[in-house]
């Protein structure tokens, strides 16, 4: 009899051993179904053997997911590598790598006509030259930041290097945020790539990511783009791993193992010999740090393509009382007289929904989701809707605390403004791009088209609009709110509103004509407000790496973040005690910092509270193996346990 350990998408982090009946055909790394308690469960199997284990007796495999190995040992070692650092079991490293497809079905296209172009007819400035032989004259298995303006060409530097990897005999990996796969990148790999190329992402059925998976690893397809999860994508020969705006939060998971793609990257390239490229206007204090001080290539593109300067940058106070307040004069003025000329504008409002606070003038209360401790968005046709478990209720006739019928809905989200726009700048057509708004699949598709065509005057949206868009007829930016964010209580906060607000003045001006930025905000003193708009990246990185040092934040040490979850207020609290205390145990003699148990910014999330504590290091191991211990002192699934190590966000 032969047996085989397999791993399962479970938190215990070890194999198990069942029987292969005769006649089966597995093999290595193969996907399976086995039985599981009382479930039946896919699992991947690690090794093949005929020692029999002694003490239990083993369950068959029930059937065969797949026929020919998904992965090889690289990618095990990759996921293995996952788990450790992110404190998770190897099957779920595994699980999160892995498609979940089952079946290759039809072979679906995965977008329509178009006419492939020449890779050849790209003639790179000096910038991109020098920043294209920089990377392929390095160490293999190097990291590079491509460090340059928006409207720098970034695009065309990774273009070439895919070209050259491909001749080579190589595959080629391009990671992208996961709003921008409608946007310009993924236009200008289809145009240069066509078929050679497959997209991965959540939109995908998962068969088509399987057949998509399979495509790449045979080699079939040398270059995939695709989101987070793409990181994990095996090829015969990888090349080049490239991380379009890298500082982008979309590259950090959410659920178990919380790794981060760019991580996960750095490990890969360097067992697999090839080359990293970050790529950013913005880049993360904590990448930019790593390239100043000598431990990545660092590439700059100090310029626009063909010389078009940045646009100039306005700071307008408004006084943000009235609610037709949120469009100055100024920036009226300018709107109408761009779409006089032909011209465009998009407009940056980083709040979806119509008011986002709903509050009785009588009693002051707000209305918030009865599952999370914060306010109900009101969205049109009378719904109120949490942004953060999606509970929607009809908005109340009257007060749920007082009975009083004067309700008002203060603030302004995206849905109201397009209202606004529409009765003070009537002639104008607005185009409205929010997660409400891109429910039909193709909505962004389409929307690319009509921006080219000259159908929208502006385009109104939340920070999708700030993202990878290349539209040579935008003259106008209009930032409605700069404040939006601004006082989270989170240690990355100036870093993602410095680069939101800096990507999105990037959208305009990017032909031959200078853009113009308007950036309304209620604090026009504002420092971060002062660097966005000199456009000083340079500060603006100078202050928040005295701020992280001085408070010990990355990139001067390591964070972990240890959650507690649930129902129940008094034993999540308990149970982060507890915790607490371990940790406290574990780091006995070492003086590392420890904040809290305390309740998280968030405090009540989807019906469940939240505590946490957060543990500082200048040493990943030491975190590792503290995050280890506690995850072996604590293993209760309610109150659940989430740790995060690196965490993105602290909320
Ligand atoms: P970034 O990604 O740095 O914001 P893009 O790659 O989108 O910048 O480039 C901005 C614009 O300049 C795009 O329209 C792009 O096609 C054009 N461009 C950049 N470099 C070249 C080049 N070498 N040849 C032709 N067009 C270029
Ligand atoms: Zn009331
Ligand atoms: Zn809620």
Redesign the pocket.
């Given at each position: 009899m032969r047996f085989a350990d397999i791993v399962l998408n479970v938190p215990v982090d070890r194999s198990f051993t069942y029987g292969i009946p005769d006649g089966l055909d597995v093999k290595p790394y193969a996907r399976v179904t086995v039985p599981f308690g009382r479930r039946k469960e896919p699992g991947f199997i690690i090794r093949i053997h005929d020692e029999k284990p002694s003490g239990f007796e083993t369950k068959d495999i029930i059937s065969v997911i797949d026929a020919e190995p998904l992965f090889d040992g690289r990618l095990a070692k990759l996921c293995r590598y996952t788990a450790d650092f992110y404190v998770s079991s190897f099957g779920e490293a595994l699980s999160a790598a892995l498609p979940s497809g089952t079946s290759d079905g039809v072979r679906e296209k995965d977008f329509g006509e178009y006419v492939p172009r020449a890779a050849e007819s790209?003639?790179?400035?000096d910038g991109?030259k020098s920043a294209l032989d920089g990377i392929l004259s390095s160490k293999p298995g190097s990291t590079h930041l491509l460090y340059?303006?928006?409207?720098?060409?970034?695009?065309?530097v990774y273009l070439s290097l895919v070209r050259r990897v491909i001749e080579e005999g190589r595959s080629a990996l391009i990671l992208v945020p996961e709003i921008s796969l409608s946007a310009?990148?993924f236009l200008?790999f289809r145009e240069y790539f066509g078929d050679t190329l497959v997209l991965y992402h959540s939109g995908l059925t998962p068969n088509q990511r399987l057949n998509n998976w399979k495509k790449f690893r045979s080699g079939e397809a040398k270059v995939a783009v695709g989101t987070r999860s793409s990181v994990f994508m095996q090829c015969p020969s990888l090349g080049l791993v490239v991380i379009d705006e890298e500082h982008d939060g979309s590259y950090k998971e959410h659920s178990t193992p919380r790794y981060n793609a760019r991580r996960i990257a750095m490990q890969r390239i360097k067992e697999e010999g090839a080359f990293l490229v970050l790529?950013s206007?913005t880049p993360s204090i904590e990448t930019m740090y790593a390239a100043k001080s000598g431990v990545m290539g660092f590439h700059r593109?100090e310029k626009?393509?063909?010389d078009t300067p940045l646009p100039s940058v306005e700071v307008i106070a408004i006084e943000g009382k009235r609610d037709d307040d949120v469009i100055s004069n100024e920036l009226k003025v300018a709107v109408k007289r761009a779409a006089d000329n032909g011209r465009q504008a998009i407009f940056l409002l980083n709040r979806r929904g119509f008011a986002p606070v709903v509050m009785c003038r009588s009693c002051r209360k707000k209305i918030e989701c009865p599952n999370c401790s914060i306010s109900m968005t009101y969205h049109r046709e009378g719904m109120l809707l949490c942004h953060y478990c999606g509970h929607s209720m009809k908005e109340p006739e009257s007060c749920p605390s007082c009975g009083s019928s004067d309700i008002a809905k203060i603030g302004s989200g995206t849905q109201r403004i397009e209202q606004i726009i529409e009765k003070i700048l009537p002639s104008l057509r607005v185009f409205r791009l929010d997660q409400d708004a891109v429910r039909k699949k193709d909505a962004s598709f389409n929307l690319i088209d009509k921006m080219k065509n000259g159908e929208i005057d502006i385009l109104l949206g939340t920070q999708m609009v700030s993202k990878g868009f290349?539209f040579?007829n935008v003259d106008i930016v209009g930032i409605l709110l700069a404040d939006i964010g601004m006082s989270l209580p989170d240690f990355r906060s100036s870093e993602r509103i410095f680069s939101l607000i800096t990507q999105a003045a990037?959208r305009c001006g990017?032909s031959e004509r200078q853009g113009r930025v308007i950036i309304q905000t209620l604090d026009p003193e504002n420092e971060l407000i002062g660097f966005i708009a000199r456009h000083d990246y340079e500060s603006f990185y100078a202050r928040e790496i005295e701020l992280r040092k001085l408070a010990m934040y990355p990139p001067f040490a390591r964070v972990a973040r240890f959650l507690l979850r649930g129902t129940d207020e008094q034993k999540v609290m308990e149970a982060s005690q507890s915790v607490g205390a371990e940790i406290k145990k574990i780091l006995s003699g070492k003086p590392l910092p420890v904040l809290g148990p305390s309740p998280a910014p968030l405090a009540k999330i989807g019906g469940n509270y939240r505590y946490h504590l957060i543990v500082k290091s200048r040493h990943a191991d030491v975190l590792i193996s503290l995050a280890r211990d506690v995850r072996n002192f604590y293993s209760k699934t309610e109150p659940y346990l989430e740790i995060d190590i690196d965490p993105f966000e602290m909320l």
């Amino acid at each position: 009899m032969r047996f085989a350990d397999i791993v399962l998408n479970v938190p215990v982090d070890r194999s198990f051993t069942y029987g292969i009946p005769d006649g089966l055909d597995v093999k290595p790394y193969a996907r399976v179904t086995v039985p599981f308690g009382r479930r039946k469960e896919p699992g991947f199997i690690i090794r093949i053997h005929d020692e029999k284990p002694s003490g239990f007796e083993t369950k068959d495999i029930i059937s065969v997911i797949d026929a020919e190995p998904l992965f090889d040992g690289r990618l095990a070692k990759l996921c293995r590598y996952t788990a450790d650092f992110y404190v998770s079991s190897f099957g779920e490293a595994l699980s999160a790598a892995l498609p979940s497809g089952t079946s290759d079905g039809v072979r679906e296209k995965d977008f329509g006509e178009y006419v492939p172009r020449a890779a050849e007819s790209i003639i790179l400035t000096d910038g991109q030259k020098s920043a294209l032989d920089g990377i392929l004259s390095s160490k293999p298995g190097s990291t590079h930041l491509l460090y340059g303006v928006t409207g720098s060409g970034k695009t065309e530097v990774y273009l070439s290097l895919v070209r050259r990897v491909i001749e080579e005999g190589r595959s080629a990996l391009i990671l992208v945020p996961e709003i921008s796969l409608s946007a310009h990148i993924f236009l200008r790999f289809r145009e240069y790539f066509g078929d050679t190329l497959v997209l991965y992402h959540s939109g995908l059925t998962p068969n088509q990511r399987l057949n998509n998976w399979k495509k790449f690893r045979s080699g079939e397809a040398k270059v995939a783009v695709g989101t987070r999860s793409s990181v994990f994508m095996q090829c015969p020969s990888l090349g080049l791993v490239v991380i379009d705006e890298e500082h982008d939060g979309s590259y950090k998971e959410h659920s178990t193992p919380r790794y981060n793609a760019r991580r996960i990257a750095m490990q890969r390239i360097k067992e697999e010999g090839a080359f990293l490229v970050l790529g950013s206007a913005t880049p993360s204090i904590e990448t930019m740090y790593a390239a100043k001080s000598g431990v990545m290539g660092f590439h700059r593109l100090e310029k626009r393509y063909m010389d078009t300067p940045l646009p100039s940058v306005e700071v307008i106070a408004i006084e943000g009382k009235r609610d037709d307040d949120v469009i100055s004069n100024e920036l009226k003025v300018a709107v109408k007289r761009a779409a006089d000329n032909g011209r465009q504008a998009i407009f940056l409002l980083n709040r979806r929904g119509f008011a986002p606070v709903v509050m009785c003038r009588s009693c002051r209360k707000k209305i918030e989701c009865p599952n999370c401790s914060i306010s109900m968005t009101y969205h049109r046709e009378g719904m109120l809707l949490c942004h953060y478990c999606g509970h929607s209720m009809k908005e109340p006739e009257s007060c749920p605390s007082c009975g009083s019928s004067d309700i008002a809905k203060i603030g302004s989200g995206t849905q109201r403004i397009e209202q606004i726009i529409e009765k003070i700048l009537p002639s104008l057509r607005v185009f409205r791009l929010d997660q409400d708004a891109v429910r039909k699949k193709d909505a962004s598709f389409n929307l690319i088209d009509k921006m080219k065509n000259g159908e929208i005057d502006i385009l109104l949206g939340t920070q999708m609009v700030s993202k990878g868009f290349d539209f040579s007829n935008v003259d106008i930016v209009g930032i409605l709110l700069a404040d939006i964010g601004m006082s989270l209580p989170d240690f990355r906060s100036s870093e993602r509103i410095f680069s939101l607000i800096t990507q999105a003045a990037g959208r305009c001006g990017r032909s031959e004509r200078q853009g113009r930025v308007i950036i309304q905000t209620l604090d026009p003193e504002n420092e971060l407000i002062g660097f966005i708009a000199r456009h000083d990246y340079e500060s603006f990185y100078a202050r928040e790496i005295e701020l992280r040092k001085l408070a010990m934040y990355p990139p001067f040490a390591r964070v972990a973040r240890f959650l507690l979850r649930g129902t129940d207020e008094q034993k999540v609290m308990e149970a982060s005690q507890s915790v607490g205390a371990e940790i406290k145990k574990i780091l006995s003699g070492k003086p590392l910092p420890v904040l809290g148990p305390s309740p998280a910014p968030l405090a009540k999330i989807g019906g469940n509270y939240r505590y946490h504590l957060i543990v500082k290091s200048r040493h990943a191991d030491v975190l590792i193996s503290l995050a280890r211990d506690v995850r072996n002192f604590y293993s209760k699934t309610e109150p659940y346990l989430e740790i995060d190590i690196d965490p993105f966000e602290m909320l």
